[in-house]
């Protein structure tokens, strides 16, 4: 077994070599990318995707309501429901930010979870929607197993989607484990908000109002906006509009399409109001806001990630 403080810089010269240029790089498997930034980024809204964030170098923080969530080297994310918030992060050309984001597999997941409480029995933690926990020795030395396989084509291939399966295993049952899992099992009120999060997802185009969410959830109205948020910190209507500007956001990076068709396109009847309210939101016009985007991300817009939504 590598030590922690070796086990650190190997980690830190692979990603080296998985994320030459700034913004985010592809992998071998589709679920995982590899994130680097050369420069420290301020308070910018997100809206971040389920998934795993696990970095090498550098630190991000995110803010959600009054709460601060810090991951580093020493401590990595992970988000079982879509949640918008703030992040910065600290980097620089000499020290850059270096990450591994997993989109979560919901189907591994689930295998996962159904064995764990198997053996360990059903989980009685409290769902959380994300959470920030410390890198144990098991799971610093699995990312470090999986980086190195990720640097050879033929184990990235075949030996990859396993060692992506132990890192799922080690945060499951890790510290925080039973939060995501509780999380994902999707019981009581939490489940219940996450279904309605799930139509806010898929059908943020139509004209969702709160009575519409509130029976998808199978609550009172009432109920439903308090559990919502607990849940996102964000009221059901902040929550969606939150969602169509940054669907609106990540369609002008990918496509070029104007704002005024961007509006239309997530749900606005007004490109005006969308204009006013984008600004707002990201504080700056949509057009700025594009341009920022592909000059901070050295992303062009054809090539942005599905998943660029959430700004990880």
Known sequence: MVSGADCAQR??????????????????????????????????????????????????????????????AQQYLVVSVPVPFTMETDASEDEPMLAVYMQLDFKMAGELILEIDRTLGPTSSRPKGMYSSPM?????????????????????????????????????????GGSMRAALGQKGHFGKVTRAIRKIHSCYQEQLNIEALAQEASMSVANFHLHFRKVTDSSPMQYLKSTRLHQARLLMLRTDVTAAAAAFD????????????????????????IEWMKATYALPASNAPSNFVSSH
Do not use: W
């Open 266 to 289: 997530v749900g606005y009847e007004s490109p005006s109001q969308f204009s006013r309210e984008f600004k707002r939101f990201f504080g700056r016009t949509p057009h700025a806001e």
């Open 136 to 176: 144990d020795d098991g799971l610093r030395q699995s990312t470090l197993r999986f980086l190195e396989a990720m640097t050879l084509p033929v184990e990235a291939k075949i030996l990859g989607p396993s060692l992506v399966r132990e890192i799922y295993y080690r945060i499951l049952a890790g510290e925080q």
């Open 11 to 72: 980690m830190i010269r692979l990603m080296e070599q998985l994320a030459p240029l700034e913004g985010y790089n592809l992998s071998p498997l589709d679920d995982v990318r590899f994130l680097r930034s050369n420069r420290p980024l301020a308070r910018t809204p997100v809206l971040y995707e389920p998934g795993i964030v696990i970095l090498c170098q550098g630190r991000k923080r995110g803010y959600l309501g009054e709460e601060v969530y810090i991951y580093d």
